[in-house]
């Protein structure tokens, strides 16, 4: 008598569907990480990767005086 694949120890379950869980979970944690690293990297326009320049905000700001 033979004990089934699924049955033995050790031994992963062959009808187990693991890649859905697979293609769904690996985008939605990039998708996490990119967020979680935009509002870490925007918290401070000026430095960092990602910089913005301030000469619009100097502009802007020169019309209303010193």
Do not use: C, D, Q, Y
Not at 9 to 36: E, Y
């Amino acid at each position: 008598m033979s004990v089934p694949t699924s049955k033995r120890r050790g031994s992963p379950n062959p009808n187990r569907k693991w890649r859905p869980t697979v293609f769904i979970a690996v985008p939605a944690n990039l998708t996490f990480a990119s967020a979680i690293f935009l509002i870490l990297e925007l918290g401070h326009p000026f430095s960092g990767l990602m910089t913005i320049s301030s000469a619009p905000l100097s502009n802007a700001l020169a019309p209303l005086g010193p």
